[in-house]
């Protein structure tokens, strides 16, 4: 099996990264106030200097009051914390290293179980994190208004600091998520009704700020995925023509790359078809994409969090649809989280140094 493809340049845009590998967002929890740390530094930088083509940080919050629900999760507004990302930023440049943050808002959470709460209730399109649960308020007008503006200026602070790209956060059940799923998303206004597109139209204006703030030639990812931690088996898109009309007016509002989320990326999106979502999304957007789930490891990331351990899996598959062409990017999660070098040992063939993960490294920043 030839890995040949996946060391091949990508570009687009403000994007020139020296290979496929992406460093997907993977929450850490290690800035205090919100505000990264050296050490926060450090573990971007390893990874640069481990070979990977392009870092997606780990979510990071809008400047919203009840945008987060961990006093941990770093933050993209504020003199402290916007320094704190700009060490990042030069220390993986540094190391030949490209970046982009993933900005968020987190919408209708579960309350921490540290019991930190912030000074404001948790915000979304109906107060629904999911069905049955509500423990937040319905956004006004302004809100939404507000909230898009955030978006925008954490868009326009990634791009002064240096970083290559900016990702929004659209998946995996937060705020811009919930507006798209109908079972959250109950409203009678223009940011709510029965179809996927109308439910669309919050993450479209989001979007479209984002593309305002940092012109044509900056790159814009959105990550997205069909299935909620709530419920695995959703599809908010149930068939090709459904998805092509979720995706498109996506694409038309300044999305450059779709980053596909899926628990295992083998797994086929629709049936009759052995495309996963990012080559479902590939094809009928025309837009690069970003396949993620369960690459180079054995078990699901969900699985890590119940203490299940992974081992090493074979990257056949994966290069068989990387060189077929459903995808451009792979990110990877759990291995470069647990190890830093792994890109460099997959390039130089050296499989008997692949390490394993266990729930262990997620208490850490590996080095």
Known sequence: MSTNSLFQPFQLKSLNIKNRIVMAPMTRSFSP????????????????EGEVGLILSEGTVIER????????IPHFYGKEALAGWQNVIDGVHA???????????????????SGWLPAQPFEGPSGLN???????KSMTEQDIADTIAAFGRAAADAKSLGFDCVEIHGAHGYLIDQFFWDATNQRDDIYGGKTLPERSR???????????????????????????????????????SEMEAWLNPLADAGVDIFHCSQRRFWEPEFAGSDLNFAGWA????????????????????????AGESSEPSSLEELMRRLDRGDFDLVAVGRPLLADPHWAQKIRDGKNSELKGFTKAALGELVL
């Open 130 to 136: 999911r069905p049955g649960f509500n423990n937040g």
């Open 95 to 113: 190391e030949g290293g490209s970046m982009g943050p993933q900005i968020w808002h987190m919408g209708i959470m579960d309350n921490h179980q």
């Open 282 to 305: 590939k094809k009928l957007s025309g837009k690069a994409t970003i396949t993620v789930g369960s690459v180079g490891l054995s078990g699901d990331f969900f699985g890590a969090f």
């Open 202 to 240: 919050f993450a479209i204006e989001v979007i479209k700020e984002v593309r305002k703030q940092v012109g044509e030639d900056f790159a814009i990812i959105i990550r997205l995925s069909q299935f909620k931690p709530a419920a695995y088996t959703n599809q908010l898109a149930k068939t090709p």
């Open 65 to 72: 009051v009840s945008s987060s629900n961990d006093a941990n």
């Open 33 to 48: 106030n919100g505000v990264p740390t050296a050490d926060v530094a450090a573990y971007y930088r390893k990874r640069a």
